[in-house]
């Protein structure tokens, strides 16, 4: 029984716990979208690769100081900025 017992809130823990190590890897997983995308940008503005590297920067920052929801804001914005560059868009 308290094996059982045991089991069961090592579940509870584990699931409980999976959000947050889902948000930590959804912001790395955005870092390394925007590492790869710019690697591979054709010549651009340097205003804009200006603004998505203050954009990363202040990213990894925020996951550093352990502020993952706002690393994933950021990062997702520099991530839109760089898909409106590959569809011809405006950057803004």
Do not use: H, W, Y
């Amino acid at each position: 029984m308290k094996r059982t017992a045991l089991a069961g809130l090592f579940v509870c823990a584990a699931m409980l716990a999976s959000p947050v190590f889902a948000a930590e890897d959804l912001c790395q997983i955005n870092l390394q979208k925007i590492n790869d995308a710019v690697a591979t940008l054709n010549a651009t503005s340097e205003n804009t690769k200006d603004d998505i590297n203050a954009l990363v920067e202040k990213a990894k920052g925020e996951q550093a100081a352990g502020k993952t929801e706002d690393c994933i804001a950021t990062s997702t914005l520099a991530l839109q900025k760089l898909q409106n560059l590959t569809k011809g868009g405006d950057d803004k």
